[in-house]
């Protein structure tokens, strides 16, 4: 059974870091390309990142809104996807999920770590 | 602003269909056969229902239905059941990124 959970988030105030960690199992990690999604609270999913394959090369792609603020990476020796968000701005402020990705679809989710940015 | 556009509510009763559209442009819908669709219940996970346009994820009931035609993508829920009453949002692969839609709040009376 495919498993993704996510930790590292927390209530911090605007222009400060975090980084969000995703733990997979259940699947070949190395053979997965990766996602980060947020959802603002009543909102719909808003996509922020994807990762390829490290033998792809690792490539990363962003969305706008994060893009040279947020930086996606991947340790396959750990099953592990992280996402470091710096200068975090109030309209950071949602739920992310680790999923997984193929051709634009995101099968597997996570249950999702509430990052929320406030003064 | 979300990418796709999709109404905010929908309904119908026990039994019937209710089609669901989602518009985009040539650079996301009406470039890729990469349509997906996805059901959230309140306080839920996202959950794929529909891939690649068509396609049904193992477990999901066949009263789902994906479509497209152009830069419109639509979802048919058949056979409506009181379980069905959720947020709906259509995705689409736009080359470098993924894009979404608003969401369409579907009741059912």
């Known amino acids: 059974e495919v498993q993704l959970v996510e930790s590292g988030g927390a209530l911090v105030k605007p222009g400060t870091s975090l980084r969000l960690s995703c733990q997979a199992s259940?699947?070949?990690?190395?053979?997965?390309?990766m996602t980060w999604v947020r959802q603002a609270p009543g909102k719909g999913p808003e996509w922020v990142a994807r990762?390829?394959?490290?033998?792809?090369?690792?490539?990363?792609d962003y969305a706008a809104p994060v893009k040279g603020r947020f930086t996606i990476s991947r340790d396959d020796s750990k099953s592990t996807l992280y996402l470091q968000m710096n200068s975090l701005q109030t309209e950071d402020t949602a739920v992310y999920y680790c999923?997984?990705?193929?051709?634009?679809?995101?099968?597997?989710w996570g249950h999702g770590t509430l990052v929320t940015v406030s003064p | 602003q979300s990418a796709l556009t999709q109404p905010p509510s929908a309904s119908g009763s026990p039994g019937q269909s209710v089609t669901i559209s989602c518009t985009g442009t040539?650079?996301?819908?009406?470039?890729?056969?990469?349509v997906s669709w996805y059901q959230q219940h309140p306080g839920k996970v996202p959950k794929l229902i529909i891939y690649e346009v068509t396609k049904r994820p193992s477990g999901v009931p066949d009263r789902f239905s994906g479509s497209k035609s152009g830069n419109t993508a639509s979802l048919t829920v058949s056979g409506l059941q009181a379980e069905d009453e959720a947020d709906y949002y259509c995705?689409?692969?736009?080359?470098?990124?993924?894009?979404f839609g608003g969401g369409t709040k579907l009741a059912v009376l």
């Open positions: 990762i390829s394959l490290h033998r792809d090369g690792g490539a990363t």
């Open positions: 995705s689409s692969y736009a080359g470098r990124s993924v894009v």
């Open positions: 040539s650079s996301d819908i009406g470039g890729y056969n990469y």
């Open positions: 259940g699947f070949t990690f190395n053979e997965a390309w």
């Open positions: 999923t997984t990705y193929l051709r634009g679809y995101l099968e597997s």
